[in-house]
């Protein structure tokens, strides 16, 4: 048997949960998604017994997959089901505006922090474009990565890979999670670790995609099993924006404003359409104005009060 089964909510703890879908991993409309999407890479035999099976957590309304994949097998998922040089070749075409959103980030970053030994670690670094933009912006940076692959890559690259077991207390100023949470087995034993890895004062910014409507899709017979953010075997946890400042709240952290920083504007729609909606986005959210599932949660520093 390839999977294990949670039985409390992985955002809240919480035991109370009903079910919105049920259906088959190795038949049907998700067997038929799967062998699409993984290009036939994946053998039925793995997800024999295995169901797709979506839970609301009735505390705090985070949408989970209740049974999932062993680490073993995810490890099998991540580094061959998803063919390594087709996602690398993927990775190589992003465009220049993607890469501009990356540096403004990092911006963000050092107007949170003085001096210059700024350390940073991004959490799931995938092929390592924000831990080279990290570089280009003089932080001392490091990744964490399951994909043996995309460490091997990074090293040949000159960034700097750690594991878990050999972060220190304290060591980071910033930690970067872009779309990982949604991934993980233990979301919120993965933030406990975070705040650990934080120094009084450090941030940890989470970005995930928003599963605010995602019941309300299924009842209306409006969801399809092509969705993102319920993706079967990879996307394991869909929050809300309040699931996920709760999460942080229960990890200790207090939830901050992103700091003000606009993208870089340029000459063509796009570039300036992105400006613009940028700048709304983050003035919104410092007026408490909407809520996005990307949040920054911070440290308390007990030190200085
Ligand atoms: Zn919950």
């Known amino acids: 048997m390839a999977f294990i089964e949670r039985t409390h909510c992985p955002v809240c703890k919480g035991s109370s949960a009903h079910q919105l879908l049920q259906m088959p991993m190795d038949s049907g409309l ?8 993984y290009a036939a890479a994946i053998s039925a035999d793995v997800l024999t017994g295995m169901q797709y099976i979506l839970l609301q957590c009735e505390t705090c309304q985070t949408i989970w997959q209740k049974q999932i994949l062993d680490d073993a ?14 996602s690398l070749i993927r990775k190589q075409k992003v465009s220049p505006e993607s890469r501009s959103t990356l540096a403004r980030q990092c911006a963000q970053i050092a107007t949170l922090f003085t001096g210059t030994d700024i350390h940073v670690l991004d959490f799931g670094m995938g092929w390592g474009d924000w831990l080279k933009m990290a570089v280009a912006y003089g932080f001392h940076a ?19 890979t750690v594991i878990p077991q050999d972060i220190t207390l304290e060591r980071y100023h910033f930690i970067n999670a872009e779309q990982v949470f949604e991934h993980l087995p233990l979301p919120n034993e993965t933030l406990s670790s975070c705040y650990q890895w934080l120094k009084p004062g450090g ?20 969801w399809s099993i092509a969705e993102a953010t319920t993706h079967p075997l990879e996307h394991i946890n869909a929050f809300t924006a309040t699931s996920l400042r709760r999460m942080g709240k229960d990890c200790g952290f207090e939830v ?5 920083k606009l993208p870089m504007v340029g000459a063509n729609l796009g570039q300036i359409k992105s400006f613009i909606g940028v700048g709304i986005r983050d003035m919104m959210i410092r007026f408490h104005i909407g809520l996005r ?9 007990k030190t200085a009060r």
Do not use: M
């Open 203 to 222: 941030v940890v910014r989470i970005s995930v995609p928003d599963g605010t409507h995602t019941a309300r899709k299924i009842a209306a017979k409006k």
């Open 142 to 160: 490091d990744g964490i990565e399951t994909s043996e692959r995309r460490i091997a890559y990074a090293r040949e690259h000159c960034l700097n």
């Open 73 to 86: 097998t995810l490890n099998q998922l991540y580094d061959e089901w998803i063919d390594p040089d087709q």
């Open 30 to 37: 998700v067997w038929d998604f799967l062998t699409t999407y």
């Open 256 to 260: 901050i404003p992103p700091p003000l």
């Open 293 to 301: 599932t990307a949040v920054w949660l911070r440290k308390p520093d």
